[in-house]
C-alpha cells in the first residue's frame, strides 16, 4: 500500500444519498479474481447504457470529472452489502477519497483497509462542497484536516489505527509482520 500524507487533487460531485455498494459496483462484476481494472465496473449501471454505451449525463462521463481524484457524495454512502469490490473499484478508477456527511461502517472499513480515505465533514462543509464543483481540495492525513481552495481548513475524524496504516504505508497483516521477531520470541517463552 502507498504511503499517503498529503495530496491534493480535484473534486466531483455526485450527492445522492443511500447510495449503495450494489450502485458503486454492480454485484455481476464480483467474480472478479483482481482488482486490476475493476475501475471499469464502477457504478456500471449510472455511466453506461444497456448497450454499453457511456451515458452522458452521469456526472463521471462529463469533462469536468476528468482526472477527478475526490469524490464528494451524499450522505449514508456504501450502504448495503459489504463488498470489498466497492472499494476496489473506486481506488482503481481513480479515486484517493471520498467525502460525505456520513458512511456505513463495512464500507468505511473495507476503504481506509485498502488506501481509500472516507472524510466525514459537517453539513456546513459538505454544502459549500456541492456548492463548488470540481474544486480543488487538500486532504492532510498527518493532522486529520482537509483544506478547502479558499484556504479554510476542516478536522475530519479517522479510526487511529488505520491513520497509522495508511501514513506508514502498510495494511493490517503488513503491521502484524513488522512485528513478526516479537512474537515468535513471545511465542517461544510459552513453550
Known amino acids: 500500500m502507498e ?8 473534486t466531483v460531485n455526485l450527492p445522492n444519498e443511500d447510495i449503495d455498494t450494489d450502485q458503486i459496483i454492480p454485484a455481476r462484476f464480483l467474480t472478479r479474481q483482481t482488482t486490476d481494472g475493476i475501475g471499469e465496473c464502477l457504478f456500471a449501471d449510472w455511466r453506461f447504457d ?7 449525463d ?8 476528468t482526472d477527478a ?11 448495503g452489502s459489504s463488498r470489498e469490490h466497492a472499494a476496489w473499484s473506486l481506488l482503481d478508477y481513480g479515486f484517493r477519497a471520498v467525502v460525505s456527511t456520513s ?16 472524510i466525514v465533514v459537517d453539513s456546513e462543509t459538505h454544502k459549500w462542497l456541492i456548492e463548488h ?6 486532504v492532510d492525513l498527518e493532522n486529520t484536516e482537509i483544506i478547502l481552495e479558499n484556504g479554510k481548513a476542516i478536522s475530519f475524524p479517522i479510526d487511529s489505527f488505520a491513520r497509522y496504516c495508511l501514513l506508514h504505508g502498510v495494511d493490517q497483516l503488513g503491521y502484524i509482520l513488522k ?9 517461544n517463552q510459552q513453550q
Open 3 to 10: 504511503k499517503i500524507k498529503t495530496f491534493s487533487a480535484n
Open 103 to 118: 458512511f456505513a461502517d463495512i464500507f468505511q472499513n473495507n476503504s481506509l483497509k485498502n488506501g481509500l480515505i472516507t
Open 133 to 138: 464543483p470540481a474544486t480543488e481540495l487538500t
Open 69 to 79: 481524484g475526490i469524490l464528494v457524495t451524499g450522505n449514508n454512502f456504501g450502504c
Open 179 to 187: 512485528h513478526d521477531s516479537e512474537i515468535t520470541a513471545y511465542e
Open 58 to 65: 452521469f456526472i463521471l462521463n462529463q469533462p469536468e470529472s
Open 50 to 56: 444497456k448497450s454499453g454505451k457511456p451515458n452522458e
